[in-house]
């Protein structure tokens, strides 16, 4: 952790929670966060659903929700950087206090709903960026109060098809009620045909080709859950699946501060059934299928343990609550160390190592 980080943080984790969150976006936008020394080496990239990422470790959803930041956000040294969850229509969310620090177990609690600016004003902000480098992918959702969600989610791909890199269909947040009914039966396979046919019908009007879409799905599924979303993923060519997204279990946090809050759980606490369900789903889908791992990472160690589980790219989020703008760094220098120790040429060559490890015994709660 950098020192000026170190010093800073009892001062941010004295703020309420959201409010520190903003003031770390304010300090993106003017500069604040440099002097970062990023490795860049071609032994991190890797090829996934016919995107070349400089390397494999991105930026979750969640952080920026309203596309302000995220070229700031790639100077940090992520490969990827995904904004959102955007929704049709602004919407406010959930009432405040809404977001909850566990400390000691480095894990946090929230309940935004889908706080966002709505389509049109990040959509603008996207345009604005048109022609600069880097990958930045664009997570969708539906309004609270929509008479129909399934049609935001295709508004959501025709807004933003355009703009993106590749697309993210947020079907699994515990905290818009009914959400994850999507995530099964014959509502998942109506989104994932409309959402793809609409992505179809954009590309085949345009010269850019076809933007990836994955789906991005709940750490809380049954084995037979993963199977059904699997099968209509690979049925519905959909291009992958990003797993996972908060826990509603609260297992390893009980009796602390803030953990009885409702919300989804997300940090270190989400490691270990999450990167279970990683692995789950990679046994699910095959070895060609791309998979976005998430829940839990926030060093080299987790972050590998995550591509040995079956995940071809990573994503975090509360790590950088409790590891600072200098994580990302980190994190990818340590990835060197481990291919430099093991002789290895790429990242990608640790994929699926621990998945039979990790299947061995009964899930995790």
Excluded: C
């Amino acid at each position: 952790m950098s020192l000026l980080y170190r010093l800073a943080r009892p001062a941010l984790f004295r703020l309420d929670a959201e409010r520190a969150h903003t003031l770390s976006i304010a300090a993106l936008k003017r500069g604040l966060v440099r002097d970062l020394d990023i490795p860049v080496d071609g032994r991190l990239h890797v090829e996934v659903a016919g995107i070349r990422f400089p390397n494999p470790l991105g930026l979750a959803a969640g952080y920026d929700k309203n596309a302000e930041v995220p070229d700031q956000a790639l100077k940090l040294g992520f490969g990827f950087v995904e904004v959102g969850t955007l929704t049709p229509q602004p919407q406010e969310g959930n009432p405040r206090p809404r977001i909850f620090r566990l400390p000691k177990a480095r894990g946090v609690i929230n309940r935004l709903g889908f706080n966002n600016d709505g389509h049109a004003d990040a959509a603008e902000r996207l345009a604005a960026r048109a022609g600069k480098p880097g990958i930045v992918g664009v997570n969708v959702g539906a309004n609270k109060d929509s008479p129909d969600r399934l049609a935001d989610y295709v508004e959501g791909v025709n807004v933003f098809e355009s703009f993106a890199d590749y697309l993210t269909i947020n079907i699994s947040s515990p905290n818009t009620p009914g959400l994850r009914a999507f995530q099964s039966g014959s509502e998942l396979d109506r989104l994932l045909k409309a959402v793809v046919a609409a992505r179809n019908g954009y590309a085949a009007m345009t010269a850019g080709g076809q933007k990836p879409v994955f789906v991005k799905v709940a750490p809380d599924l049954s084995e037979d859950q993963i199977e059904e979303i699997a099968d209509a993923a690979r049925h519905r060519a959909v291009d992958g699946l990003i797993v996972s997204n908060t826990t509603l279990s609260r297992e390893g946090v009980e009796g602390q501060p803030h953990a009885a809050e409702a919300g989804g759980l997300s940090g270190r606490p989400l490691m270990r059934r999450s990167t279970w369900v990683l692995a789950r789903f990679r046994r699910a889908v095959g070895p060609d299928f791309p998979l976005i791992g998430v829940g839990g990472v926030d060093d080299a160690r987790t972050a590998i343990m995550k591509i040995e589980a079956g995940a071809d790219l990573v994503q975090l989020y509360t790590g950088l609550v409790y590891g600072g703008p200098h994580l990302p760094a980190r994190i990818l220098k340590g990835m060197l160390r481990v291919l430099d120790i093991g002789d290895i040429d790429n990242v990608a060559a640790l994929r699926d190592r621990r998945v039979d490890d990790l299947l061995a015994g009964p899930p995790p709660v």
